[in-house]
């Protein structure tokens, strides 16, 4: 996700990278949405999301120019290496002849002589993933790039804390909730009892206890998600979200819906940015989504219509849900309000495959994560030539990766907090700050060297320098804002 130049991968088609893009943007945040608009109003929220779909498609759009701003200077650097060889070699020529060939190809010469000169590829291609970790390193000073390598690092954070807190979460309501149709929807408390003297609290840790326990090692060794898998949860997710779409339209139709949703609740809004910048990110993978498509002739048309066609989808499955479910009673995992509704879903086998759902999804998820950071913090700490001693690379990093999200799950399973905090600032970070200063530098870099004539074929259709600035006020601005409201929300607790 963050490291270096790396294999481009098997190529695939545009059509097919579009759908990846939409599986990969597409997660554990679209479910907790639904509570998220309950609370801020459906106006407010349809406005809300439209805007910031646009920002993120924005700052999609940056980091794909980035991307060919990074090929175009690892061509130039070959260039430079590939002079420094022949003017190595020309010692076996006579002083004339090195005279001659110096002047014929100047050192300064830009890369854009080259391309007019005969080259047949486009400097600009996409042709080598080059992930953002490299980019920063290119673009950034020291101290920029260690920013990056934080903020990717607590947005992974928040990530494995949200996934350790919603696989307990669904396992616990299926095992303590309501599945006997004899009533409707229920509001429990944590302190209601699960099992005799076990209160569901209680059944919540032991179910995270279990949960880490087995894929908690994985932290400690290299997992990757296998193609296959990939279908497989895909293919669930698309089941899952498919049902609920179509049961809660079902419900609206027949006049049973209970929702009544607020025109507008300012209250909420501060969470539902959170929900909806998490619930649109996508950017720390662009590199390995873009690069192996074969034409990315109009990659841009297509990632315009992923991001409508996603923003059409989180409209669609969270209007459903606030006004087919009464807004006190949905869950902070939408899946869970069809477990203990017999009203919206009688069929036992289907609320338990919908309450399971997420444990699934999720658990396959979550070492690829896991591994993911800890190779974050190997990259963070490391030296040039240095080495890392045994017990560090194995114990010590898979360790601090591991313990403070199942912690944080531990001390809390308020899921819409979590998705939300984890989205307004680190995600934030990494959605907006991080693919602003990208584009700004990589351009700032590449001038003098493919001088002003030079076209950059991926760049984004928000190409003056007011896009970026916009991008970086804005983002200012929400965090502040963001902050304010929680200062004030604990002052009047």
């Not at 801020?40 to 940056?62: N, P, Q």
């Not at 007019?116 to 400097?123: K, M, V, Y």
């Amino acid at each position: 996700m963050a490291g270096g130049i790396t294999e481009t991968g098997e190529p695939y088609s545009a059509f097919v990278g579009l759908i990846y893009m939409f599986n990969l943007i597409v997660g554990t945040g679209a479910l907790t949405m639904p509570k998220a608009f309950a609370m801020a109003g459906w106006v407010v929220s349809l406005t809300l999301i439209t805007f910031l779909g646009f920002m993120s498609y924005m700052t999609t759009t940056f980091v794909i120019e980035a991307m060919a701003a990074a090929n175009a200077q690892i061509r130039w650097k070959r260039r430079e290496q590939e002079e420094t060889d022949d003017s190595d070699s020309t010692s076996d020529y006579s002083d004339d002849e090195v005279i001659t060939r110096g002047r014929s190809e100047p050192e300064t010469k830009p890369i854009l002589s080259i391309q007019r000169s005969g080259g047949h590829a486009d400097h600009f291609d996409i042709v080598e993933r080059v992930e953002m970790g490299q980019m920063a390193s290119m673009f950034f000073n020291k101290v920029g790039v260690n920013m990056f390598y934080i903020c990717l690092i607590v947005y992974l954070y928040g990530d494995l804390a949200i996934y350790a807190a919603a696989v307990p979460i669904s396992l616990m309501e299926v095992a303590c909730g309501n599945h006997s149709c004899s009533t409707g929807s229920v509001k429990y408390n944590d302190t209601d009892p699960c099992w005799g003297p076990v209160t569901r609290k209680d059944a919540y840790r032991v179910f995270l206890a279990v949960f880490t326990l087995l894929l908690g090692p994985f932290t400690f060794f290299n997992a990757q998600k296998t193609k296959y898998l990939q279908i497989l949860t895909s293919l669930m997710r698309w089941i899952a979200f498919t049902m609920m779409i179509i049961l809660a339209l079902i419900s609206i139709g027949k006049g049973s819906g209970d929702g009544h949703p607020p025109v507008a609740s300012l209250s909420g809004v501060p969470n539902l940015f959170g929900v909806c910048v998490y619930s649109f990110m996508c950017q720390h993978s662009l590199p390995s989504l873009i690069t192996p498509i074969s034409n990315k002739k109009h990659v841009g048309t297509f990632v315009f219509a992923d991001y409508t066609l996603i923003l059409g989808f989180y409209v669609l499955l969270s209007f459903t849900a606030i006004f087919c479910f009464d807004s006190s009673f949905l869950h902070d995992m939408y899946t869970l309000n069809f477990t203990d509704n017999c009203n919206v879903l009688d069929i036992p086998f289907l609320r338990y495959f919908l309450g399971l759902f997420p444990v699934f999804t999720i658990s396959t998820n979550f070492p690829i994560i896991a591994v993911t950071l800890r190779n974050n913090w190997k990259t963070l700490f490391h030296r040039e030539g240095g080495t890392y001693p045994w017990i560090v690379d194995r114990i010590v990093f898979p360790l601090i990766t591991l313990v403070p999200p199942v912690v944080v799950a531990f001390c809390t399973h308020n899921l819409e907090s979590l998705v939300g905090i984890t989205g307004a600032y680190a995600g934030t970070g990494i959605q907006y700050v991080i693919p602003a200063c990208l584009v700004y530098y990589s351009r700032r870099h590449l001038e003098p060297v493919m001088g002003r004539d030079a076209v950059n074929k991926h760049q984004s259709p928000f190409r003056h320098a007011f896009w970026v600035w916009f991008v970086l006020v804005w983002a200012a601005s929400c965090l502040m804002f963001v902050t304010a409201n929680i200062i004030l929300t604990d002052t009047k607790k």
